[in-house]
Structure formats: C-alpha cells, structure tokens
C-alpha cells in the first residue's frame, strides 16, 4: 500500500534514527510522490524562476496598458489645457506601440540579465517625454514619472538599479533646464525636493526588490527541507509498522 506523507512535528528528530532501523530491517522506502511535493520540487528548481518571470511579465504588460488607457482618459477630460492633449496622445499611443513590441516581439535574450531593467528604462523615457512637453519638473503629470521605478521592484535590483539611475539623471537635466530659465528660488526648492524624492523612492525599491528575492530564496528552501522530513516520516512509519 502506499504510505500516507506525514506531517513534520516533534517526531521529525527522531526520523534519522528510524530510517536507520528500517533499512537494518530490511524495510525498503516507499516512493513519496504526493502532488505538494511535485509542487514544491518546482518551485525550488528553475521553472519557479520562470513562473515568476511570466507573472511579472503579464503585470508589467497589464500596468502599462492602463498607464496609457488613463493617459488618454486624461486628454480627452474637459479640464485638460489643450496644449497637453496632444503630448498626452502621443505618449498613450507610443506606450500601447512599446507594449504591442516588447512584450510579444522583442527577443528578451538580446537583453541578456537586464530585461526588466531595459523595458521599465524605456517607460521612463516615454513618460520623460510627456513630461518634456508639458512643463519639465513643473507638470502636472510628475507622478507618472515614479511608476516605472516602483515597477523595478517587483523584477530584480539591478532593474531598480538601472531605472532609478536612469530617473535621477533625468531629473537633473531638468534641474537644469530650469537653472538656465532663471526659474528662481521657489523652482528650484522644488526641484530640488522632487530629486530628493526620487532618490528616495529609487532606494527604497531597490531595497524592496532585494527583500522580496531573500524571501523567495528561503521559502523555497525550507520547502524542499519539509519535503525531505516528510519523505524521512514515511520511511519511519512503515519501518513502524514492519516492526509492529
């Protein structure tokens, strides 16, 4: 008959010493193939990996279509200036052409270890560009500017590495630009503040994205220990009732 897995408890220290007894006994070891330990093999070898790159791909598709669903909802509202709507257009129309590209065209190997860095990076840059043309560092539609290294962090650091670099130096040309215009104090006590800002969010991603990789590390190692003491319990409990 084929032995039942058993719960990891208390009795799991004695399981070495039990599965000792059994082969002394002659008892051979059940095959333990239950469906949460077939699971759990592959969420600690690399289809895991894989798995996990597909869902942060198809949110990332889904994130930047709505970006530019509400970018055109934006632009077609009665209280948007108009000289914006047409930078709102092409911005919307420019993130549906990157996703319609990048994410069913575009080989991900040319990319080698920076895919999600290279996809958030280009996002950035289309919304530098709305920002661009609708006032710098002064729009109305800053916060866009922040999505895409909040995104970073659900992919890899080095994504949020390469996004957060990517913006500060943006918002330094900015800085900038605005120094030239002679935009005095009050423009450049915001601008100052809003690179702090993305300074701080570009950390704080990357932080979270190293936190998030930990964790998957330890939750799929401890896995594979729990199967392990499962598989070393079922020896034990038919060496038991051999014995018996």
Wanted: proline share 5%.
């Amino acid at each position: 008959a084929r032995v039942p897995l058993v719960r990891a408890g208390p009795a799991a220290a004695l399981s070495s010493g039990s599965v000792r007894a059994a082969r002394a006994a002659g008892v051979r070891p059940l095959p333990v193939r239950a469906p949460e330990e077939q699971h759990v093999r592959r969420m600690g070898g690399r289809g895991a990996t894989g798995e996990y790159e597909r869902q942060i791909t198809f949110g990332s598709q889904v994130a930047t279509l709505a970006v530019a669903g509400l970018l055109v909802l934006v632009a077609v509202l009665p209280p948007t200036p108009d000289r914006d709507r047409q930078a709102l257009v092409l911005s919307a129309l420019l993130l549906f052409l990157f996703a319609a590209l990048w994410y069913h065209l575009v080989p991900r190997r040319l990319f080698g270890k920076w895919p999600f860095g290279a996809g958030t990076t280009i996002v950035l840059l289309i919304i530098a560009t709305l920002l661009a043309r609708t006032g710098g560092s002064g729009s109305a539609f800053f916060p866009y500017f922040l999505a895409p290294i909040l995104a970073a962090a659900f992919a890899t650091p080095r994504a949020t590495v390469l996004t957060g670099g990517v913006a500060v130096v943006i918002d330094l040309l900015f800085v900038a630009s605005d120094l030239r215009a002679d935009g005095g104090e009050l423009v450049l006590a915001r601008d100052v503040a809003q690179l702090f800002a993305i300074t701080a969010i570009a950390i704080m991603s990357w932080l979270i994205a190293v936190t998030m990789r930990r964790t998957r590390a330890v939750l799929r190692q401890r896995s594979v220990e729990l199967v392990d003491q499962n598989r070393e319990l079922a020896v034990a409990r038919a060496a038991t009732l051999t014995l018996a």
